[in-house]
């Protein structure tokens, strides 16, 4: 069942008060990157054991204490950790010391482990996505109810053309948005190995 919180406050190994090692598949923060919270991925070319993170098209590298090691390097060299846990305490004290004013958004982790690949979606876009869906369905029970209406015979002829014309350009209307959603859908799905949908 995918998970539907946030990486847990909790970053402090209770055994040994050392800071929870960083591990492929969480949310984590890289201020020095960007006050978004990143997806922290294994390295995607399998050369090292390191982790990475993918920004504006490079990947950056990490060891499972959140030091930064340098692309042609196999170890840290640096002496601070470059990423934190993505946690609301690390997102409020990130953003007061880059005088951001407010802490980095919420994300909400719908990952499971077997993912391979992980797309960051605003909420914004998935509710515009889920009204759309809401107002076709709509749509499409309508149109169900009208071509039952006319196959029963539930209303005259002259009716019929109307309401059959009235579903026609719904109809029509809803595919048109639906491929325009699509290929915003596509643009992004067409830079992970799923490909777009449809080929």
């Known amino acids: ?38 997806m922290l991925l294994n390295d995607p070319h399998g050369l090292r054991d390191l982790l990475a993170i993918s920004f504006e098209g490079s990947y950056f590298y990490y ?12 170890e840290t060299d640096d002496f601070q950790p470059s990423l934190f846990h993505n946690t609301p305490a690390n997102r409020q004290a990130i953003a007061t010391l ?7 958004p919420l994300v909400i982790d719908t990952t499971d482990d077997n ?11 998935m509710k515009s996505f889920a009204c759309d869906i809401k107002h076709a369905a709509d749509t499409l029970d309508d149109i169900a109810q009208v071509l039952g ?36 859908i596509n643009e992004t799905l067409a830079k992970t190995s799923y490909g777009k949908a449809g080929e």
Do not use: C
């Open 1 to 38: 069942m995918p998970k539907s919180i946030n990486t847990p406050s909790n970053t402090q190994n209770a055994a040994t008060n050392a800071p929870t090692p960083f591990k492929a598949g969480i949310s984590v923060l890289a201020p020095s990157l960007s006050p978004k919270p990143f």
């Open 63 to 74: 060891d499972k204490n959140g030091y930064l090691v340098r692309s042609d390097s196999t």
């Open 98 to 104: 880059l005088g951001a004013g407010k802490p980095a």
């Open 115 to 125: 993912d391979q690949e992980i797309i960051m979606l605003s909420a914004f876009n």
């Open 149 to 184: 209406l006319i196959h029963y015979e539930k209303v005259e002829s002259f009716t019929a053309k109307s309401l059959a014309r009235l579903a026609h350009e719904s109809a029509n209307t809803w595919s048109e948005l639906f491929y325009l959603s699509l290929d915003n």
